[in-house]
Structure formats: C-alpha cells, structure tokens
C-alpha cells in the first residue's frame, strides 16, 4: 500500500483556464500556480514576488536552487531576467514537469535544468554550492514533513556558499508554522528575515549563511544591480515590504 507521501508524488495535477490566465492546482480552490496567458513569465502571485526580494540581498547570483517547480513561475522569471544565472530545479512530481510546456517552462540547455528528483535528498547530497536556494515545494497534502525538518534546513545551510541565501515559503496558518520557523532560526544561528503577505495567508522566510541581512542600507529600495528596469518595476512592491520588514527586524 502506499502512503500519503507516495501518493502525493502521484497525484496528477489539475490545469484551469479563464480568459486571461491558466492555474495549476492539486484540489480545487487551493491555486499552486498561477499564470498570465499574455505575459508567461511574469509574477502572476505575491508571494513569487516576494520570494524573488532575495536581489536585494543578493543582486547577481550565479547559481540558483529550487525545490518545487509547480508552474514554474519562478523558474521563468529567473531563466529570463537572472542570464548569468545556473538555474537548477528539483521536482519530484513527475506529472508535474510533464506539464512544463503549458506554462512555458523553458526545456532543459546549459544553464537552465529541471530534474525529477526529492529535493531534500537531492540537497543533501549536493556537491557544489548555491548563491540562492528557493524551497516552495508543496503537494496535495502541504509542504512535505522532510521539507521542514531540523535535518533538511541543516542540509540547505550546508548546500549554500559562504554568504548564501535561503528563501522558503510558508504558510502563516499552518499548526506548525512556529516550529518551523525554529528550526530555520536554529539551522541559520537567526539570521533570517520573516515578511508576511497582506492577507496573512504566506510568509517568506529569508535566511542567511552569512551577515547580509545585518549589512547597513538594508531599508532602502534600489535597482538590484543588472536587473532589467520592467522587472525590478513588477517587483517593486515586493522591495517595498521587504525593506519596511528588515527597518523593523529587532537587530537594526
């Protein structure tokens, strides 16, 4: 017999469309993904954008981690707008990456891999570093207890370069939302900056292996350097409520 996390792997995805944009989903009325059919690539949801606030920290990162595809809305964003990036996603639903060609996800070159693979083995296991890891890795049932145990925010730590980022998704509501919350705390010696959405429904998690966060001009909102000037526009309240967040981050 197989067990919830099996069958969560096996689940096939549904796939909704309206006149302007087509949803990924798992049940209906919990939407995991969400894009604009004229502009694919953009941020349809602001929790996306609020992740990608990791440009203010770090600007120009060469080698980009993901555990989740889903729609791929972040996978896009970064293979069209981070060129210098090395892009690696992991997903271990395989019927999710069959869809990628509906929501546009970019086929597989030198710079840009979508693998089917467990994240958190896959993580520990790594042999090279990232600048930037993204865990947004949810199913049918949530996010998957091994994508928030003390061993896998240890394994994300260790898998980052000296001064690395972690930018993970949660959701605000969850029974366990404090307990994980800890355990990043615990894995990254506090640093990390939590920024709430405005419906309380999300929080990302940004954690740092290094001082970062701590670095002095955090409040302010500039152009993260070589970002394109319509990006860092469709980002811009994303900086907003990161900046408003770190001014108000007890060590400042």
């Known amino acids: 017999?197989?067990?919830?996390?099996?069958?969560?792997?096996?689940t096939m995805p549904l796939v909704s469309e309206s006149v302007s944009s087509r949803v990924l989903?798992?049940?209906?009325?919990?939407?995991?993904?969400?894009?604009?059919?004229?502009?694919?690539?953009?941020?349809?949801?602001?929790?996306?954008?609020?992740?990608?606030?990791?440009?203010?920290?770090?600007?120009?990162?060469?080698s980009i981690g993901m555990v989740g595809l889903g729609?791929?809305?972040?996978?896009?964003?970064?293979?069209?707008?981070?060129?210098?990036?090395?892009?690696?996603?992991?997903?271990?639903?395989?019927?999710?990456i069959a869809l990628r060609e509906e929501f546009h996800v970019p086929d597989n070159d030198d710079r840009f891999q979508v693998i089917c693979a467990n994240?958190?083995?896959?993580?520990?296991?790594?042999?090279?570093?990232?600048?930037?890891l993204l865990v947004d890795g949810y199913d049918v049932h949530g996010l998957p207890g091994e994508l928030t145990s003390q061993r896998f925010y240890d394994d994300c730590y260790a898998a980052l370069?000296?001064?690395?980022?972690?930018?993970?998704?949660?959701?605000?509501?969850?029974?366990?939302?404090?307990a994980h919350l800890d355990r990043i705390q615990q894995a990254f010696?506090?640093?990390?900056?939590?920024?709430?959405?405005?419906?309380?429904?999300?929080?990302?998690?940004?954690?740092?292996?290094?001082?970062?966060?701590?670095?002095?001009?955090?409040?302010?909102?500039?152009?993260?350097?070589?970002l394109d000037a319509n990006a860092a526009d469709h980002l811009l309240a994303a900086f907003a409520r990161i900046a408003t967040a770190r001014r108000h981050q007890w060590w400042w």
């Open 25 to 62: 989903l798992f049940t209906i009325g919990e939407t995991q993904s969400s894009m604009q059919l004229n502009d694919p690539q953009a941020l349809d949801l602001e929790y996306t954008r609020t992740m990608m606030g990791f440009l203010m920290l770090l600007p120009e990162p060469r």
């Open 119 to 132: 994240g958190a083995l896959f993580i520990r296991n790594r042999q090279a570093a990232y600048d930037v």
């Open 161 to 178: 370069v000296a001064d690395g980022v972690v930018v993970a998704n949660l959701q605000y509501g969850h029974p366990d939302y404090q």
């Open 189 to 226: 010696q506090g640093r990390i900056l939590v920024v709430d959405d405005d419906e309380l429904s999300n929080s990302i998690v940004f954690a740092c292996k290094g001082e970062r966060l701590r670095k002095k001009g955090g409040g302010l909102i500039r152009r993260p350097k070589g």
């Open 71 to 96: 729609g791929g809305s972040l996978a896009k964003f970064c293979h069209r707008y981070l060129p210098h990036a090395q892009v690696q996603v992991m997903e271990i639903n395989p019927h999710v």
């Open 1 to 10: 017999m197989l067990d919830s996390r099996h069958l969560a792997i096996c």
